[in-house]
């Protein structure tokens, strides 16, 4: 009389020559890591490109506010809030609508420099604002920009 041994099923190779799992459970045990280990650096990219990017966001937010302020004790008097020189002192000294194209091309520095120097009849404000103060204006202008 012969005995038989038992035969043994031989594992499937699944991913990279690694036995298939037998139960649906260790496959989706197994599906779940893939999608931790693929998620995971995704987050950590994301959250690190968010960090990066908010001081910058936040400084701008806070020229823009600041020039804002400036803007409004130093310019707005002929400029006009929104930046259109149709104010009587504006229509009187013929001031330039800073919304328009041709202005908002100009250069941060060109601007600046006339912020600083004067232009015209527009009175220089190097003694008054700080370099820094002067930029923070320039940031403001660019907001006034024509839509």
Do not use: F
């Amino acid at each position: 009389m012969s005995t038989a041994t038992p035969t043994t099923k031989s594992a499937k190779s699944g991913i990279g020559g690694a036995p298939e799992p037998a139960a649906p459970a260790a496959r989706a045990a197994r599906d779940r890591w893939t999608t931790v280990a693929i998620a995971a650096p995704a987050l950590v990219l994301l959250v690190a490109t968010a960090l990066s990017t908010a001081p910058a966001a936040r400084a701008d937010t806070a020229s823009v506010g600041a020039g804002a302020q400036l803007y409004k004790d130093k310019c707005v008097g002929c400029h006009g809030a929104d930046g259109s020189g149709s104010t009587p002192m504006g229509k009187a000294l013929k001031v330039q609508d800073i919304r328009k194209p041709e202005i908002q091309a100009k250069k941060d520095a060109e601007l600046a420099a006339a912020i600083a120097n004067g232009k015209g009849k527009m009175p220089p404000q190097k003694g008054n604002l700080s370099a820094a103060q002067i930029g923070e204006i320039v940031t403001y202008i660019r907001t006034l920009a024509k839509k």
